[in-house]
Structure formats: structure tokens, C-alpha cells
């Protein structure tokens, strides 16, 4: 009887939490340098959503043209997944389905300030948001807006990279090639894609050549 009682408490608990889940929507935050995998993870996790029978719903920015200019999301590890392609933050809502459960946001950086207040208007809709962005731009200072994006956030995962010089663990990335674009908050569409403009780099090896 006693075991009873604890299990319908349990039960109940549960279902308490259930139900709040369903109330509210659900903000995850995927960051890091470049060459951690945030793609990668994004990418996974709309899959695994996909397979659950969930509606998902997947944008991402029209500067990204890594792998050509299609309508899906790459990662550099070869993986893929349909996506909406956009140019501002406020064209999520348009393309919005009335019976998405699930909407997923590569490269959230691109996007600025003005993905907040969309974000913000998806979890009022009851919808689970996934965005992935860098943390940090090339010159080490925070990329808005996924440092408020963070804060926000009911979960949030940070990756590490790979630093190409000594092999540890790399928090940061950094540009290796000149650019007629000073700004870090700046996308440069000569350099979108390229491998060899960008390094990922851990703390000590930052500042060497």
C-alpha cells in the first residue's frame, strides 16, 4: 500500500511537470566556436524529433551557402535536413505552420538582435525553439544575440572545438586570412564556407600566428 502511495505520488508529480511542459514552450541553446558541431547537434536533434512523428520546422540564413545555396542545412560533417531559407529573424513567424511543434534556427547570429523577440513569440505559441549560433566572434567578444539567447534559455549546450595548433580543447576561433570586412559582427560572403580563413583555437594559442 505505502509503495503504492509513493508511486501515485510519483505519478502525479510527473504528470504535473507534463503538463507544464505543454503549457509553456522550451528554449535550447546550442554554442560554440566554429568547428564544434552545433549543426551537427542541431541537425541530430531535429532528426531524432522527426522520427518521433514531431512537426518540425527548420530555418536557416540565405548568407549560409557553405554547401551551395539549396534549401537545406549542412554540417561540416556531411549531414543534412530540409530547412526554410531566410534573410531576417521576422520571416520565421511568416513561414510559421499552424501545427509546428518543433522550430529549429542554424546559425543564429546572422540574425541580430531582432531574433529575440521572435524567439520569444514562438515559446508563447507553446512552441520548443532549438537555436545554434557561435558564442563568440572571431575577436573573442560576445555575439549577439546568443549571449542573451542563453540567458534566456531553458537549456543550454556549449561545444568546444579542436584547437588546430595544439590539439586541445578550443573555446574560440579565429580569422586567419585579411578581408576588405573589419567588423566581427559582419558576415563576410567572401569568406562564408571557407575552411582555410578560420582556425579553431583553445585559450594559450589564440594569439600566435
Known amino acids: 500500500m505505502f509503495r503504492y502511495m ?26 560554440g566556436p566554429m568547428y564544434c558541431g552545433k549543426t551537427e547537434e542541431l541537425i541530430r536533434q531535429v532528426k531524432r524529433a522527426s522520427i518521433g512523428k514531431k512537426k518540425v520546422q527548420v530555418y536557416k540564413h ?25 534573410t531576417e529573424a521576422s520571416e520565421i513567424l511568416k513561414k510559421l505552420h499552424k501545427n ?22 514562438l515559446l508563447d505559441k507553446k512552441i ?3 537555436v545554434a549560433g557561435l558564442a563568440m566572434t572571431y575577436e573573442r567578444q560576445p555575439f ?20 588546430s595548433v595544439c590539439g586541445e580543447e578550443a573555446v574560440f576561433h579565429k580569422r586567419i586570412v585579411k578581408t576588405t570586412i573589419h567588423n566581427p559582427l559582419e558576415a563576410d560572403p567572401a569568406l562564408v564556407g571557407r575552411t582555410d580563413a578560420y582556425e579553431a583555437r583553445c585559450r594559450h594559442c589564440f594569439d600566435k600566428p
Open 128 to 130: 520548443r525553439v532549438m
Open 6 to 31: 509513493i508511486a501515485k505520488c510519483i505519478s502525479a508529480h510527473e504528470g504535473v511537470q507534463y503538463a507544464h511542459m505543454k503549457r509553456t514552450g522550451h528554449l535550447e541553446v546550442i554554442a
Open 62 to 86: 540565405a548568407i549560409d551557402t557553405r554547401y551551395g545555396k539549396g534549401k537545406n542545412v549542412y554540417s561540416h560533417a556531411g549531414l543534412s535536413f530540409k530547412s526554410h531559407v531566410i
Open 144 to 163: 549577439a544575440p546568443m549571449p542573451t539567447l542563453m540567458a534566456m534559455a531553458d537549456k543550454t549546450t556549449k561545444l568546444s572545438a579542436i584547437c
Open 100 to 121: 509546428t511543434e518543433i522550430v529549429a534556427i542554424d546559425e543564429a547570429q546572422w540574425f541580430g538582435q531582432d531574433l529575440i523577440p521572435v524567439v520569444n513569440e
